[in-house]
């Protein structure tokens, strides 16, 4: 039987919709950030590393390979803290658990967060995702342990940075938001 003039309904509710909308947004700006992630090959040619001649080379070294390899760069610090937290399971928990409301409230949030008529402002839910973190980390115990770890990481970076050379690389300016800059030397890529 034919019932003219109904409107269709889903057979899915609208909250599940909603969350599967959710989650293709979120993988397809994972995969976004994930694509600006550099070769390894690439990051570790050997044949590209020489000590700079001189701090300003160093310092200018260090910005160029900053912006190119960024996502690189973090994947690293974030797998130091991972390793340096397998010993604390507990810890390891609460850091997933904190990088999830990173994410969720932060990150990969399209609309903004409404709480009692209220619109709370990014500047806010940073401020009480800060407070959150720092409390859970005092909570867990494993300040100490990632701060450290995260300095290991930060040092390492800039190591490689300042190491690195970068005439081989091929940066596209627009694509970074002015932050790349081809050295004069390096040509056109």
Same mark, same amino acid.
């Given at each position: ?92 928990? $609460?850091? &997933?658990? *904190?990088? +999830? !409301? ?5 990150? %990969?949030?399209?609309? @903004?967060?409404?709480?009692? =008529? ?36 930060? $040092?390492? &970076?800039? *190591?490689? +940075? !300042? ?5 081989? %690389?091929?940066?596209? @300016?627009?694509?970074?938001? =002015? ?11």
């Amino acid at each position: 039987m034919t019932n003219y003039g109904t409107i269709p309904t889903s057979s899915t509710p609208a909250t599940t919709t909603s969350r599967t909308e959710y989650l293709t947004r979120a993988k397809e700006r994972i995969k976004e950030g994930l694509g600006t992630r550099r070769s390894w090959r690439e990051m570790f040619d050997f044949h590209a590393f020489k000590l700079p001649s001189s701090t300003d080379e160093a310092v200018s070294r260090i910005k160029t390979n900053f912006a190119y390899f960024q996502m690189n760069y973090a994947i690293g610090v974030l797998l130091v803290i991972f390793l340096s937290l397998i010993s604390q399971p507990i810890s390891l928990i $609460v850091l &997933v658990a *904190i990088t +999830a !409301a990173w994410l969720y409230f932060y990150f %990969l949030r399209d609309e @903004p967060i409404v709480i009692f =008529g209220r619109i709370i402002t990014d500047q806010n839910v940073m401020i009480g995702l800060s407070v959150i973190t720092i409390v859970l980390l005092l909570l867990t115990g494993a300040t100490t342990n990632i701060l450290s770890s995260l300095l290991v990481g930060v $040092v390492v &970076v800039l *190591i490689h +940075a !300042a190491v690195r050379k970068t005439d081989d %690389l091929c940066t596209d @300016p627009e694509a970074s938001g =002015g932050l790349l800059w081809p050295p004069a030397s390096s040509g056109v890529c």
